[in-house]
């Protein structure tokens, strides 16, 4: 299994989505996949009886094409370039699909090490956005959210409150996890789940004591403020290169009206990359 790119019709986040894909790569020892995976132009139109509207539909459908082949000569030429400004030790394939962009992304999720979209992918108007919340939400799988800025990479950061979401999250990521030498567990303690607390379950300190178990040496910070840019303030401290999150403790409609850390970090645009698990 290799780590997967999925790559979206716009080039511009490419550069900066590969950043995150190929120190992922090298930190897990792998591979490198591009996938580029765009829907069929003529699904995206409706016909009805008419000789005008079927014609002007083709015409549609044919502007979307070259459109479509446009940006995916401009995309390889990014990942052909990141691959090249990586070196000879990267090994690297690339895949270019017209299919369901959501279940594409659920099967690169399922069989790959890490699965990176780029930032710009959890927003709703994003050509990857289907696949980004179909492979976290509905096929909750293990996905990395690319930063859209440079950040140093000497550190994991875990955003710990005990819930099963962050538990999840560990779990899942861990071959991930386990490359860093240097990972803090952040956490605010009046701020951890209830459920368990009586076993103790919820406690940093078990977190800790469970990555021990993967010789991963981790400290426990305690965070300031309002989570969200407590997590952004620990991360520019430790030099962190990644936040492991669960995503969405809470349904996303509550998350919208009240606020939410999920969607505070997805929508920052100073966060390192985010490997999320729901």
């Known amino acids: ?13 490419v550069p900066m989505q590969m950043k995150t894909a190929v120190r992922i ?32 539909g083709a015409k549609a459908i044919e502007a979307v094409t070259e459109g479509q082949k446009n940006a995916r000569k401009a995309i390889r ?10 070196g000879t030790w990267l090994r690297a394939d690339y895949e270019d ?5 959501a279940h594409r992304a659920a099967g690169a999720a399922m069989l790959s090490q890490a699965l990176v979209f780029p930032k710009d992918a959890c927003k709703s108007v994003h050509a990857l956005n289907l696949g980004f919340e179909h492979a976290l939400m509905e096929a909750r799988l293990p996905i990395v959210l690319a930063s859209s800025i440079p950040h140093e990479d000497e550190t994991c950061l875990i955003a710990w409150d005990g819930s099963a979401q ?55 910070i305690a965070l300031k403020g309002h989570i969200s840019e407590g997590l ?5 401290t430790c030099d962190a290169g990644l936040i492991v999150m669960g995503a969405y403790g809470h349904n996303r409609l509550g998350e919208m009206i009240f606020g939410g850390t999920t969607r505070a970090m997805l929508s920052a645009p100073n966060a390192p990359a985010l490997a999320l698990m729901h």
Do not use: W
């Open 232 to 236: 952004i303030e620990a991360a520019d």
């Open 1 to 13: 299994m290799s780590v997967i790119a999925m790559l979206g019709d716009n080039p511009t986040g």
């Open 25 to 56: 790569a090298r930190r897990m020892q792998t591979s490198l996949l591009g996938l580029t995976v765009m829907p069929d132009p003529a699904t995206a139109f409706v016909y009805t009886p008419g000789a005008d509207v079927v014609f002007m």
């Open 77 to 86: 030429a990014e990942f052909d370039k990141a691959v090249k400004e990586a």
């Open 97 to 101: 699909v017209t299919g369901s962009v």
């Open 166 to 220: 962050s538990a999840r999250a560990v779990r899942m990521h861990m071959p991930l996890i386990r490359g860093y030498k240097r990972v803090f567990i952040a956490q605010k303690p009046q701020n951890l789940q209830q459920v368990n607390k009586a076993s103790g379950a919820t406690e940093p300190a078990k977190l800790k004591a469970y990555l021990d178990r993967y010789e991963v040496g981790s400290e426990i």
